[in-house]
């Protein structure tokens, strides 16, 4: 007697298709342009750059005074340098983030996957079970597993 094994149709579209990517969605030409612009302003050489920038003008608000300095401080250094910065900092948690997305994927795929051979192990279980029964019970019920298995 075979027993086949039917899995659920969303296992096999999941097999298929696999986890979403952000490389898989379509952005469009602005799209691009933003992740284009965000890559190349979140990167350290950029912060470095935008720092020296900072720093040129930095003599001058010196010269002015305290508020320029203040100015200097929040509107230059903190704006201009730090973006990159905090922009670097984000897209390095991104990836942690999506690399433990995908391994919780991955690992819930694999959960799927082992429930949905126990569930069939289970089934064939009950149906051997039944047949064993119903072979005893064409021998006469005698309920030895050790005969029906001999004859």
């Not at 469009?28 to 912060?47: D, K, Q, S």
């Not at 126990?118 to 039944?130: A, D, R």
């Not at 019920?141 to 029906?148: R, V």
Request: net charge neutral; hydrophobic share 45%.
């Amino acid at each position: 007697m075979k027993f086949p094994h039917i899995p659920h149709p969303r296992i096999l579209e999941r097999q298929k298709d696999g986890p979403k990517l952000i490389e898989d969605e379509h952005i469009g030409f602005n799209g691009r342009l933003a992740i284009l612009i965000t890559n190349t302003v979140g990167t350290m050489w950029c912060a470095y750059i935008f720092g020296i920038l900072a720093l040129l003008s930095l003599p001058d608000a010196i010269r002015g005074g305290m508020a320029p300095l203040i100015a200097w401080i929040a509107q230059t250094f903190l704006q201009l340098v730090l973006l990159s910065v905090i922009m670097v900092g984000q897209k390095v948690a991104a990836a942690a983030s999506d690399k433990q997305a995908l391994q919780t994927y991955q690992d819930a795929e694999a959960l799927i996957k082992i429930q949905d051979e126990m569930h069939h192990l289970v089934k064939l279980n009950t149906e051997l079970t039944q047949e064993i029964h119903g072979m005893l019970a064409k021998q006469g019920g005698s309920g030895n597993l050790a005969t029906a298995g001999s004859s």
